[in-house]
């Protein structure tokens, strides 16, 4: 009989698990427990995990590892390089939360137009990254009555083709022309196009009275100073659910957001089991083994999806609240703002790990991964 590979599988990486079980050895542990040491002693061969773990060669040295896996849509916790020098697979899950993220945003948009009495209708959105999450939410968005401005250079360059419900406007302008303003990037440095500290403090004072500013992609895009000295200077509402040193997230700037979570934006149901999808067709690949995934499939069936056109404004906005529950996130996290660093730093991890199972509601025109297709 032959010996069993080792996988090395975050704990919040749900079914995945239970499926490879029959073909592999299983170790399932929280994502900040995954050392070197666990690898070395385990003899692991395999590693799926999520945005928690930092991979790179500290954590690999030594080990067996030769297939690295996230199931997460970003991939700046992996040092990507070393494992293209180190001969090393790697794969991720990119755009499996995507729908999860749009909706996230549209339903922020909702509370703030709610609160406000803003009507929808022609009030301008500037989308800055128009990947799998920027292209869901300008469909969202244009099906509400937002105008939909967009701004993603590397993409302009590539010489894609933008919807033409959008426009394209460079970042500068759209800070001073757009009511609202959310970014979809992910975290990158020494490139053409770095995004770390891509909305810095001159772009941030140019955004207009009564913005409304959504932050959901990756701590680091965002100068989190210049949101705070902002607030102090004019009439912004902020929606943050990413920050520069999670899980050690600003109180103080949590504080002044009209909704603050601990990174959950991409927590539905959904798009985990379309991580989890993601990696087991992955390795599939790299190993050669059909895994059975019944299990998955069935897990995925969603039937309360529906089409954003077919709800008002109101019946959208009730049934996000009820599917999503958004803000009883934001009433758990505040819970923790009074914490030391310690603290903030344990319950940041414990809302996540303890994240209940949610499921989307909407279907985009702009969705790839259909049961069909799986």
Not at 247 to 265: G, Q, R, V
Not at 282 to 304: P, V
Request: charged share 25%; glycine share 6%.
């Amino acid at each position: 009989m032959l010996k069993k590979d080792t996988i090395v599988i975050d704990e919040n990486i749900p079914i995945i698990d239970v499926i490879l079980s029959d073909y592999h050895n299983i170790i399932k542990v929280p994502g900040r427990e995954i050392t070197n040491q666990l690898l070395k002693t385990t003899n692991a061969n395999f590693l799926i995990c999520r945005s928690q773990t930092k991979v790179n060669e500290n954590l690999l040295t030594g080990t067996y590892i030769r297939f690295v896996a996230t199931a997460t849509s970003g991939s700046d916790h992996i040092d990507t390089n070393f494992l293209l020098q180190s001969g090393i697979t790697f794969h991720s899950a990119i755009g499996s939360n995507a729908t999860s993220v749009a909706e996230y945003v549209i339903f922020s948009i909702l509370h703030w137009s709610k609160l406000n009495h803003i009507s929808l209708q022609n009030t301008t959105i500037g989308i800055i990254g128009f990947g799998n999450i920027g292209q869901r939410l300008a469909d969202f968005g244009e099906k509400i009555g937002l105008k939909i401005i967009v701004n993603d250079p590397p993409l302009r360059k590539s010489g894609f083709s933008f919807p033409n419900y959008t426009t394209y406007s460079e970042i500068e302008d759209l800070f001073t022309t757009c009511n609202i303003i959310t970014n979809h990037v992910p975290l990158t440095q020494n490139c053409e196009f770095p995004t770390s500290n891509l909305i810095n403090s001159d772009l941030i004072a140019k955004l207009r009275d009564n913005a409304l500013f959504i932050h959901t992609s990756r701590g680091g895009v965002v100068d989190e100073a210049a949101l705070k000295q902002i607030k102090n200077e004019k009439n912004i509402t902020f929606v943050i659910d990413v920050w520069e040193s999670e899980p050690n997230f600003d109180s103080e700037l949590a504080e002044k957001c009209l909704i603050a979570t601990p990174h959950i934006a991409g927590y539905s149901f959904d798009g985990k089991l379309n991580g989890s999808l993601m990696m087991l067709k992955a390795l599939s690949s790299h190993t050669g083994i059909e895994y059975d995934l019944k299990l998955l499939s069935k897990a995925i069936s969603n039937d309360i999806k529906t089409s954003i056109a077919r709800l008002n404004q109101k019946e959208l906005y009730e049934k996000m609240d009820e599917s999503r529950a958004f803000l009883r996130d934001k009433e758990i996290f505040a819970k923790t703002f009074a914490e030391d660093r310690e603290g903030k730093a344990r319950m940041f991890d414990e809302i996540r790990k303890n994240y209940p199972a949610r499921r989307e509601l909407l279907i985009s025109d702009f969705d790839k991964l259909t049961i069909s297709q799986r």
